[in-house]
């Protein structure tokens, strides 16, 4: 079997998760109450956000013993307020800040609920204004240059099979615009040849279906066509394997992208993310309508789908900026 350099330990790692206070640092009265509410998220939030709630509530708790408190009905507004100046004064950044403030607001909320407090004292504080930035511009050209790289390598006798899945993720991370996590996630059954579509779990586990084109579902059907010369007893009903046959890692996903951008001189470095900014810039530069794309992305809002238009619009100024004779 070849060797996939992508799933070689490297520097590269995931989110890791905020380290739990010692058990005598938050009394029992704050503690259960909160790990009561992180189990009730389980049906609707990503581990990943659980995990940062988690994390956040736990600093607060420690925070308020802190200021003498031992029940949540104990703590008032400016204990709140405190703890986010702490954390502003420490140099959180507004988007930490403003998670914290959702932990904060969203576990009082569970609080009045459950009849554990008496008032939501959480619901007057305000998150901070992160700044909106634009995702990395990667063109049409950077992705077709990015495409025959990674061809030309699976065609190299040492990439073996695996050089055939590589291609297949990439075609289906920009066909698709999927998450790097719903693409690991994905099951074979879960890719629909007769209709062109791929289903994906997305965010707060909602389901949805993703068209394929045809270079992605060919690249899709190569891989899967030889998955077999890599899949093990442990591998499951997983798409996407790694090279010792489990499925596949988002690190080891991240590392590939990058590891095919680098092929590309004027290519900025960015992630799988970057390649799902891309796919929804380049729909929306060919004229698909913005809940269509919304729809494909799995956005809750339109307001989250909304900032490719000012991508698409930048760089329609920055043509005519270069090719306008009276620009």
């Known amino acids: ?37 992180l189990r009730s998220l389980e049906q609707d939030r990503s581990s990943h956000t659980i995990r940062g709630y988690g994390g956040d509530l736990e600093d607060l708790a420690r925070f308020v013993v802190g200021r ?47 009849q554990l407090v008496g008032s939501d004292i959480a619901s007057s504080l305000s998150s901070p204004k992160v700044p909106r930035r634009l995702p990395p511009d990667v063109g049409q050209e950077d992705i077709a240059q990015m495409f025959r790289a990674a061809i030309d390598r699976a065609g190299e006798p040492e990439a073996g099979v695996l050089g055939l899945r590589d291609v297949a993720i990439l075609e289906v ?36 279906s993703v068209p394929l084109g045809d270079p992605a579902m060919d690249a899709l059907d190569r891989w899967l066509g030889r998955r077999g010369e890599v ?7 997983a798409v996407f394997l790694g090279s010792r046959g489990g499925r596949i890692d988002q690190r080891v996903v991240r590392r590939l992208v990058h590891r095919a951008l680098e092929a590309v001189p004027e290519a900025p470095n960015v992630g799988p993310h970057g390649l799902r900014h891309a796919m929804a810039t380049h729909l929306l530069e060919g004229g698909a309508d913005l809940r269509s794309v919304q729809e494909m992305l799995g956005h809750a809002s339109l307001a989250t789908t909304q900032i490719y238009t000012h991508v698409s619009s930048e760089r329609l100024r920055q043509a005519f900026r270069q090719a306008h004779p009276r620009a």
């Open 173 to 208: 991370l920009y066909g698709s615009g999927v998450r790097v996590a719903e693409l690991c996630g994905l099951d074979v059954d879960d890719v629909d040849r007769t209709r062109g579509t791929i289903r994906v779990l997305g965010k707060g586990n909602k389901e949805r």
């Open 68 to 114: 003498g408190r031992h029940q949540w009905s104990e703590v008032v507004l400016t204990d709140l307020r405190a703890w986010l100046g702490a954390q502003h004064r420490a140099g959180a950044a507004p988007a930490s800040l403003q998670r914290r403030t959702s932990a904060a607001r969203g576990f009082y909320r569970w609080l009045v609920r459950e």
């Open 1 to 37: 079997m070849a060797q996939d350099p992508n799933d070689s330990p490297g520097t590269e790692r995931g989110p890791t998760p905020p380290a739990g206070p010692p058990a005598e640092t938050i009394p029992p009265a704050l503690a259960a109450p909160l790990q009561e509410f």
């Open 231 to 237: 899949a093990t007893d442990s591998s499951g009903p």
